[in-house]
């Protein structure tokens, strides 16, 4: 099974097309990739995954949503909310 892709753009102090809720499958393989002209730890809560991405870079995240529930992925130093990922 492909890994579904999560793409999300953080630009100018912002999540561009704002902060969304995407839902996932329970027991699929997930790839959430950032784009960001800020370098920052990007964190997944709940599954305490993180990964580093470079001022106007991309970094990838790759993980298998085996827990079910609404998990925040976040710019940890600045406590900003990238995205929601709904596993059910």
Known sequence: MPAQQVEVHYAKGA???GVSRVPV???SPV???VT???AD???LHGYD???DVPAGGTASL???ADQAGVFEAELESRGTQLVQLEVR
């Open 15 to 17: 999540v561009q097309g």
């Open 31 to 33: 790839t959430l990739v």
């Open 36 to 38: 960001s002209d800020v």
């Open 25 to 27: 499958r329970l027991g």
């Open 49 to 51: 995954r993180k990964v």
């Open 62 to 64: 790759d993980f298998v």
């Open 41 to 43: 730890e990007v964190h």
